[in-house]
């Protein structure tokens, strides 16, 4: 089946930028997807992105995809400390979620 | 706001209980899906549903059973719990074609069996 990797941990300082990477194997996938989840509560979608592109921004946010490499990455701009979560990556096909990246970012 | 509700946000049962979740959206969604979640396993899919009264098993669905007898709801039962079964479940729903077909997440449920 569709295998989704990221890494558990991530350490940056506050008002640096966190690069979050994660890799999958099913090539076609059409949606994947950033989630962010804060202590105690379910999972707020940050952003997706169609197969079809190799970037997406949202204020802080922008997605890379390289589909040739199936990697796909999520860059916080000047991270602040509500920036603190686990960020899941995600595929739509099978439904397949990385076992999440828990960001920390210190004063 | 699509809200997707769970009826409890913490549970303590024991070995051998029959146990029930339930999971209610507000948005006239029709899919609807159940995940536990572990440390380091990530989300992993129970079942989900496509319509009233349609089941599909996903990659964990040993153990579990579910019931979707109106599209608002969608229950997931432990037939007989076992301490395997401590987890963090959580509950999701999305709309068919929507954008990016995004998935709604519920606050979960972390169910604790002793």
């Known amino acids: 089946g569709e295998d989704v990797e990221q890494s558990l941990f991530l350490s940056v300082r506050e008002g640096d930028s966190s690069v979050i990477n994660c890799t999958y194997t099913?090539?076609?996938?059409?949606?994947l997807y950033w989630y962010k989840q804060e202590p105690g509560a379910g999972l707020q979608l940050l952003t997706y992105i169609f197969s079809n592109m190799d970037m997406k921004q949202d204020q802080r946010l922008t997605v890379l995809l390289n589909k040739k490499d199936k990697h796909l990455s999520l860059r916080i701009a000047d991270t602040q400390t509500g920036d603190s979560a686990i960020y899941f990556c995600a595929e739509k096909k099978q439904l397949t979620f990385g076992s999440g990246t828990q960001l920390t970012v210190l004063p | 706001d699509v809200k997707v509700t769970q009826s409890s946000r913490y549970l303590v049962k024991r070995t051998g209980e029959k146990v029930f979740l339930e999971c209610v959206q507000d948005m006239d969604h029709e899919n609807m899906f159940w995940y536990r979640q572990d440390p380091g396993l990530g989300l992993r899919l129970i079942y989900f549903?496509?319509?009233?009264?349609?089941?599909e098993k996903g990659d964990i669905p040993e153990g579990y059973s579910v019931s979707r007898e109106k599209k608002e709801r969608f229950s997931l039962i432990l037939e007989s719990a076992s301490t395997n079964q401590t987890s963090m479940y959580l509950c999701?729903?999305?709309?068919?074609?929507?954008?990016?077909?995004?998935?709604?997440f519920g606050p979960g449920t972390r169910l604790l069996v002793l």
């Open positions: 999701a729903s999305s709309f068919p074609g929507g954008a990016g077909e995004t998935q709604y």
């Open positions: 549903s496509y319509d009233v009264k349609m089941k």
């Open positions: 099913d090539s076609s996938s059409t949606y």
